[in-house]
């Protein structure tokens, strides 16, 4: 049967791959009846009667005899053609011929046949119109009508998937009923009714389906009828009393409920059932979503006895003895990951993480060296990046990012961005700067590296070298939006070339119209230019959408200078009551002797 795939909550960045019911509904089985697609079944040894063997259950006891279909005279080149290109392994032109064919010939046989090598490419556009096809075709081909199921759900197209599901449990099949629901939250209500009308008929049809009760109790768990999900899930569990699917919906129902002891059937299906290692697995993978780490790790380490070399099994109890602070423990598991040479770099990346929290530095910094491109390389070169400089290393810090950019030089230009920032986060500015102009050897366009040693520029007050990276910028593309703001603010507030600027932050407003940080930039300069009823509203615009402290500062020096100063007061207050700490407020209201006690309370 294939399980019911549901997510619940899962723990926080450590245990990410936690609870799901079961298996995928958005993938295609690479098999037409059950029979998996390789090379052998699609070039030369494979008969159209090996293409044709029905799977066990779905088509009968006996297969259903091929019947000899004439090849038309127009047709006959094209497949000869065919069979010489999959001969010569030019799967996708051999692909299109027999697709077309295939449309064309009433011929199941030639039909599965296309089927198969669409499968076999993951050609999703062909696949599933010939699985459309052959389900007309032949009307005891029970997989061809699942797998059109399946296929209408992947492509969003649910009414007529359920057609297909009815058509594949006449013609023998079992059917993923719960994959129908997967998109249920996100229909529109007429739709979610006609589809809870269909899934009842299927129910009532088929009583004694346990994945049409499955997907029976998930609708109702879906509308909130949870006694009537449970006696659904009740009812499956007495044809089957070991589906884990069913006992893990059974319990998140429980769950949702907030009732006693949930995890009691579970945990009895559980110790009933010591060899179901799916049910344990899902066992696991619940009580660690829901934080009940101790009791997960016991089922975790009961898994790894039976599969002693399923490197998931040792991922998941390094992870959370990594949240439960044993970190021995955890070292344990990540070495063997290492030893299986299995998950490698996830492994490299927590023994970092193990090392970090052991402040043990050196360690830490050797394991996130290790960590190769893919999902966390990045934090770990930030984690080794961090390290170093703290120790007052630059050089060992230079030397991590050397080294990541070796091992990963597709991520070059992200990786000098990133060291500048971890310099500039120690007030390295002048190293920043240095960085980001070694990047710009390698990336002389790099509207990035640019932008990001213009800021570094500003920070030291170097407005030349920013103004001359801004333009850079703006030579290469000319409508950027943010750098005609930041060149357009820099000049206001750095320089008295308030017409200059004005042209273009008016110009960054026309390309992100309502962007409350430009609309705070016309403001100002529009203060400064002394055009006061335009500068106030653009800057109130500002405010509304954006309440921070800097255009609160502006906001208010607006007002006082035009004599609205109860108005400036009221801003003022109500901004440092919540920025007790803003330089831009206080220093707008020192630099304007304003006294905000003068504002009489609300």
């Known amino acids: 049967m294939t399980p019911l795939r549901h997510a619940v909550n899962t723990l926080p960045y450590l245990l990410l791959p936690l609870l799901l019911l079961g298996g995928c509904t958005g993938t295609t089985q690479r098999a037409v009846n059950g029979v ?12 159209d009667s090996d293409l044709g063997q029905p799977s066990q259950g779905q088509r009968g006891d006996e297969a259903t005899p091929t019947v000899e279909v004439p090849i038309p005279e127009s047709s006959l080149l094209p497949l000869l053609t065919a069979e010489f290109l999959l001969r010569e392994r030019e799967y996708d032109g051999a692909l299109s011929i027999l697709a077309e064919q295939a449309m064309l010939l009433d011929d199941p046989e030639l039909t599965r046949r296309a089927l198969r090598l669409a499968e076999f490419r993951q050609n999703e556009e062909l696949t599933l119109p010939l699985a459309l096809r052959l389900a007309v075709q032949d009307s005891s081909d029970a997989a061809a009508s699942a797998t059109s199921m399946a296929l209408l759900i992947r492509a969003g197209r649910i009414e007529e998937a359920v057609t297909y599901a009815r058509q594949a449990l006449e013609r023998g099949a079992e059917v993923n009923a719960p994959a129908l629901l997967v998109s249920f939250r996100d229909m529109p209500s007429a739709e979610q009714e006609r589809l809870a009308e269909a899934i009842e008929a299927l129910a009532q049809d088929w009583p004694d389906s346990p ?9 109702h768990r879906e509308q909130g009828r949870y006694t009537q999900c449970l006696e659904d899930l009740d009812q499956v569990l007495a044809l089957v009393p070991d589906d884990d699917r069913a006992l893990i919906l059974w319990t998140q129902v429980k769950l949702d409920t907030d009732a006693k002891e949930p995890f009691d059937r579970l945990h009895r299906a559980v110790n009933s059932y010591p060899d179901n ?4 697995l899902q066992y696991a993978r619940l009580l660690a979503s829901e934080k009940k780490l101790a009791e997960a790790r016991r089922e975790f380490d009961a898994l790894r006895t039976i599969s002693p070399r399923n490197g998931d099994y040792l991922y998941s109890l390094a992870l959370i003895d990594l949240e439960l602070a044993h970190y021995d423990d955890a070292e344990q598991w990540l070495k063997a990951l290492l030893a299986l040479e299995q998950r490698v770099d996830e492994a490299y990346y927590y023994l970092g993480r193990v090392a970090s929290a052991r402040d043990d530095t050196e360690a830490a910094v050797a394991a996130f060296k290790k960590v190769g491109p893919g999902r966390e390389f990045s934090d770990a070169t930030r984690r080794a990046g961090r390290l170093t400089l703290a120790q007052g290393d630059l050089t060992g810090f230079a030397e991590v990012f050397h080294a990541a950019r070796a091992t990963s030089p597709g991520q070059a230009e992200a ?18 700067i240095k ?22 520029e500003e920070t030291i ?3 030349d070298a920013m103004e001359v990276d801004l333009r850079a910028v703006l030579s290469l593309d000319a409508n950027n939006a943010t750098t ?7 000049l206001t507030i750095h320089t008295t070339r308030y017409a200059e600027a004005a042209e273009l932050i008016e110009r960054a ?8 940080a430009i609309l705070d930039s016309l403001g100002w300069v529009y203060f400064k230019l002394g055009r006061n009823n335009q500068a106030i509203d653009l800057l109130q615009q500002a405010y509304d959408k954006f309440p921070d402290p800097e255009v609160a500062a502006h906001l208010g020096e607006a007002l006082w200078s035009t004599g609205k100063r109860d108005a400036a007061r009221v801003i003022w207050r109500g901004s440092l009551e919540r920025h007790p700490d803003s330089t831009h407020l206080t220093s707008a209201i020192e630099r304007l002797g304003a006294d905000l006690d003068a504002l009489p309370d609300d």
């Open 36 to 47: 998996d697609t390789d090379e052998s079944t699609l070039v030369g040894g494979a008969s």
């Open 211 to 219: 994945d049409v009760g499955i997907a029976l109790a998930f609708l």
């Open 277 to 280: 290692e799916a049910m344990r």
């Open 415 to 432: 990786l000098f961005l990133l060291q500048a920032e971890l310099l500039q986060e120690r007030d390295l500015i002048a190293d920043a």
């Open 435 to 456: 960085v980001l102009s070694e990047g710009l050897q390698d990336f002389p366009e790099s509207l990035s590296l640019l932008y990001a040693r213009a800021m570094a």
């Open 461 to 463: 007050g170097n407005i």
């Open 484 to 490: 005609l703001n930041a060149l357009g603010y820099t």
């Open 509 to 516: 407003l026309t390309l992100s119209p309502g962007e409350p």
